[in-house]
């Protein structure tokens, strides 16, 4: 990960302090590893691993995703945790950061037999969280429906409700208008700003290609579209649809309905909609998807490596806004980094508006209310609008938005830790 923060550490006055305060943030305040037994539908007993990575709590309590994969280890979960403070930074709300997850594979099994595991990973991991300590989201392999077993099955044992104890779940008992959209449309708000300031343009007839078919992807797809955008593209782990002439509202029910309703893979729409689909492509691999003028990374860490930013620019590539967490490797990161021209926003800015609005559930279930989405809507295109200003302010006259995203998120860190004693 490319922290820009090197010219702090030569300020001749706070050079040593940014030095101390950087070395302070890269250790977790508190590491959590537990078992997660399970019972199958075979009535077989299966036991899994869970962890929670509870990194930073200097701006508030912690809070991050769980992620359910499995890939997932101590490892991933530190390098997506350390990321996480900063991202939780720059939304102004008071949030340390965190992440956590299992490598538990949801794929293949019933509901059933994710209900009970999600229960017995809540069994663990209820004695660790708090409204006030510890607030965990969903992420990959975790959406509304385990976010619901895992809070009923938290309900049952601490016999707390109404405890704003989980983010993402249901309107039916404390969930927030937008959540599910949140992420997706914070990513197009956030390219909105950039393109307008930037390059004196909109998205308006802008050929974007979108990664991955989740969340994330679905609704900056959505968002996209109703500004005016060509989607040309979504993809999940074994492919990628192709729409040289956009993508259809007709093409995006499916998609939902294929991902929300069916639980399929997108091979299953071929020839369901206007789209070609590739099989063993993502749309960074892909050199016969012609000109793409914006690119939604929206599916997973390390997608976009250097072949695939260097195809990117081949294509024309104006910008890279990522909706995913870290999803260009260090590698494509200094591709981009060596055509100026290219905005490009990491996720920690494009995609905070995901946690934004788990914040501010948070703050609906502390009053006890529930919020109408206009309103939630026009916090989060606040919330946007605020990040950029941080980003484009202290990247200065010189800085690029992507060092400028690092140093604001680095320094309102660094200057709570000092407030806190923490470091001095």
Same mark, same amino acid.
């Given at each position: 990960?490319?922290?820009?923060?090197?010219?702090?550490?030569?300020?001749?006055?706070? !050079? =040593?302090?940014?030095?101390?305060? %950087?070395?302070? @943030?890269?250790?977790?305040?508190?590491?959590?590893?537990?078992?997660?037994?399970?019972?199958?539908?075979?009535?077989?007993?299966?036991?899994?691993?869970?962890?929670?990575?509870? $990194?930073?709590?200097?701006?508030?309590?912690?809070?991050?995703?769980?992620? %359910?994969?499995?890939?997932?280890?101590?490892?991933? #979960?530190?390098?997506?945790? %350390?990321?996480?403070?900063?991202?939780?930074?720059? /939304?102004?709300?008071?949030?340390?950061?965190?992440?956590?997850?299992?490598?538990?594979?949801?794929?293949?099994?019933? +509901?059933?037999?994710?209900?009970?595991?999600?229960?017995?990973?809540?069994?663990?991991?209820?004695?660790?969280?708090?409204?006030?300590?510890?607030?965990?989201?969903?992420?990959?392999?975790?959406?509304?429906?385990?976010?619901? %077993?895992?809070?009923?099955?938290?309900?049952?044992?601490?016999?707390?409700?109404?405890?704003?104890?989980? /983010?993402?779940?249901?309107?039916?008992?404390?969930?927030?208008?937008?959540?599910? +959209? *949140?992420?997706?449309?914070? *990513?197009?708000?956030?390219?909105?700003?950039?393109?307008? =300031?930037?390059?004196?343009?909109? &998205?308006?007839?802008?050929?974007?290609?979108?990664?991955?078919?989740?969340?994330?992807?679905?609704?900056?797809?959505?968002?996209? @579209?109703?500004?005016?955008?060509?989607?040309?593209?979504?993809?999940?782990?074994?492919?990628?649809?192709?729409?040289?002439?956009? @993508?259809?509202?007709? =093409?995006? =029910?499916?998609?939902?309905?294929?991902?929300?309703?069916?639980?399929?893979?997108?091979? #299953?729409?071929?020839?369901?909609?206007?789209?070609?689909?590739?099989?063993?492509?993502?749309?960074? /691999? #892909?050199?016969?998807?012609?000109?793409?003028?914006?690119? $939604?990374?929206?599916?997973?860490?390390?997608?976009?490596?250097?072949?695939?930013?260097?195809?990117? #620019?081949?294509?024309?590539?104006?910008?890279? $806004?990522? !909706?995913?967490? &870290?999803?260009?490797?260090?590698?494509?990161?200094?591709?981009?980094?060596?055509?100026?021209?290219?905005?490009?926003?990491?996720?920690?800015?494009?995609?905070?508006?995901?946690?934004? /609005?788990?914040?501010?559930? @948070?703050?609906?279930?502390?009053?006890?209310?529930?919020?109408?989405?206009?309103?939630?809507? *026009?916090?989060?295109?606040?919330?946007?609008?605020?990040?950029?200003?941080?980003?484009?302010?202290?990247?200065?006259?010189?800085?690029?938005?992507?060092?400028?995203?690092?140093?604001?998120?680095?320094?309102?860190? *660094?200057?709570?830790?000092?407030?806190? !004693?923490?470091?001095?």
């Amino acid at each position: 990960m490319a922290l820009a923060i090197e010219p702090l550490f030569h300020d001749p006055v706070n !050079g =040593d302090f940014y030095k101390r305060a %950087f070395l302070y @943030m890269t250790e977790p305040e508190r590491m959590i590893s537990f078992h997660v037994p399970w019972m199958d539908d075979e009535g077989k007993l299966n036991v899994n691993r869970g962890w929670r990575v509870e $990194f930073s709590s200097a701006l508030g309590p912690y809070k991050g995703g769980l992620r %359910f994969h499995p890939t997932v280890d101590d490892g991933i #979960l530190k390098f997506l945790g %350390f990321e996480q403070i900063f991202k939780n930074a720059l /939304t102004g709300l008071p949030l340390g950061g965190a992440k956590g997850g299992s490598d538990f594979d949801p794929k293949g099994k019933s +509901e059933a037999e994710i209900r009970r595991f999600c229960e017995s990973f809540m069994t663990q991991l209820c004695r660790y969280i708090d409204a006030s300590t510890d607030v965990p989201a969903g992420d990959i392999g975790v959406g509304g429906r385990e976010i619901g %077993f895992m809070y009923g099955q938290y309900k049952r044992l601490s016999n707390k409700h109404g405890e704003g104890v989980l /983010t993402g779940k249901s309107l039916l008992f404390g969930g927030i208008h937008f959540r599910p +959209e *949140a992420t997706g449309y914070g *990513a197009v708000y956030m390219a909105q700003h950039a393109i307008e =300031d930037k390059l004196g343009q909109t &998205l308006e007839g802008k050929r974007c290609a979108v990664s991955g078919s989740g969340n994330v992807a679905q609704y900056a797809s959505q968002m996209l @579209m109703k500004l005016g955008a060509k989607v040309v593209s979504v993809s999940d782990s074994n492919g990628v649809i192709v729409f040289e002439n956009g @993508m259809t509202p007709g =093409d995006w =029910d499916e998609v939902i309905h294929a991902k929300q309703v069916k639980r399929a893979r997108l091979s #299953l729409l071929e020839g369901a909609t206007s789209g070609v689909y590739h099989h063993g492509h993502s749309p960074w /691999t #892909l050199p016969g998807l012609q000109q793409i003028d914006f690119a $939604f990374p929206c599916a997973t860490q390390n997608e976009i490596d250097e072949a695939g930013a260097q195809l990117l #620019l081949e294509k024309g590539c104006m910008g890279v $806004f990522e !909706g995913a967490n &870290l999803p260009t490797t260090a590698e494509g990161q200094a591709v981009l980094r060596s055509n100026p021209k290219v905005l490009y926003i990491p996720g920690k800015a494009a995609n905070a508006g995901g946690v934004g /609005t788990s914040g501010l559930e @948070m703050s609906q279930n502390a009053s006890k209310t529930q919020w109408k989405k206009e309103k939630v809507d *026009a916090m989060l295109k606040e919330m946007m609008s605020g990040i950029y200003k941080q980003m484009v302010e202290a990247a200065g006259d010189d800085g690029t938005l992507e060092e400028g995203c690092n140093r604001a998120g680095f320094l309102k860190v *660094a200057h709570a830790l000092k407030g806190l !004693g923490w470091v001095y």
